[in-house]
């Protein structure tokens, strides 16, 4: 079935880094638009960042420009979000979420993986 | 930066219509749409390009929109449909969300 899983959460300090993946299967991986979406504990959510289907552009939100990175390997169907210099406000469990172009509205969430920032 | 504002909460009686705004300078340019998220779960589309409901989606969910405000509206409100809605657009190539609705079923 259709399934995008997140993993490579857990307790970071303030300042390091830490890598996100997402694997998908069920669905054609490199014909989807990739995101990072973020919610902070009791928060709403928060868009993080943007891969196009092929990887060649991407976009962030300024609360992360600069210190994330989004990348995608469609010969391994993942997704990935390198986070360097890790603030408190960080803390959030981050979803990937794909969008089919033609509906331009995420129709394909993760369960979410907890990033914990914490000295 | 462009902003989307929701009613922090709204409340209806079972069977009764329900209906969650969301504001937004430029919305009218841009399609908006909704997503449905119950606690400890990951969001789910409702309704997608202001008014087009996914595969699956109940009828009762419906979208409109006019000039900058887009609704959502949910007719014969059942009690499973209590859960924060979240109404998202596109800005420039970036994404922004409302600050949520949670809606209670009483």
């Known amino acids: 079935q259709v399934q995008l899983v997140e993993s490579g959460g857990g307790v970071v300090q303030p300042g390091r880094s830490l890598r996100l993946s997402c694997a998908a299967s069920g669905f054609t991986f490199s014909s989807y638009a990739m995101h990072w979406v973020r919610q902070a504990p009791g928060k709403g959510l928060e868009w993080v960042a943007l891969?196009?289907?092929?990887?060649?552009?991407?976009y962030y939100a300024d609360s992360v420009k600069g210190r994330f990175t989004i990348s995608r390997d469609n010969s391994k169907n993942t997704l990935y979000l390198q986070m360097n210099s890790l603030r408190a406000e960080d803390m959030a469990v981050y979803f990937c979420a794909g969008a089919q172009v033609r509906i331009g509205a995420f129709d394909i969430w993760g369960q979410g993986t907890m990033v914990t920032v914490s000295s | 930066s462009n902003e989307l504002t929701q009613p922090p909460s709204v409340s209806v009686s079972p069977g009764q219509t329900a209906s969650i705004t969301c504001s937004g300078d430029k919305l009218g340019d841009k399609y908006a749409c909704w997503y449905q998220q119950k606690p400890g779960q990951a969001p789910a589309l409702v309704i997608y390009?202001?008014?087009k409901r996914p595969s699956g989606i109940p009828e009762r969910f419906s979208g409109s929109k006019s000039g900058n405000t887009a609704t959502l509206t949910i007719s014969g409100t059942q009690a499973m449909d209590e859960a924060a809605y979240y109404c998202?657009?596109?800005?420039?190539?970036?994404?922004?969300f409302g600050g949520g609705t949670k809606l209670t079923v009483l």
């Open positions: 998202q657009a596109w800005d420039s190539s970036t994404i922004i």
């Open positions: 390009q202001d008014s």
């Open positions: 891969t196009s289907y092929d990887g060649s552009n991407e």
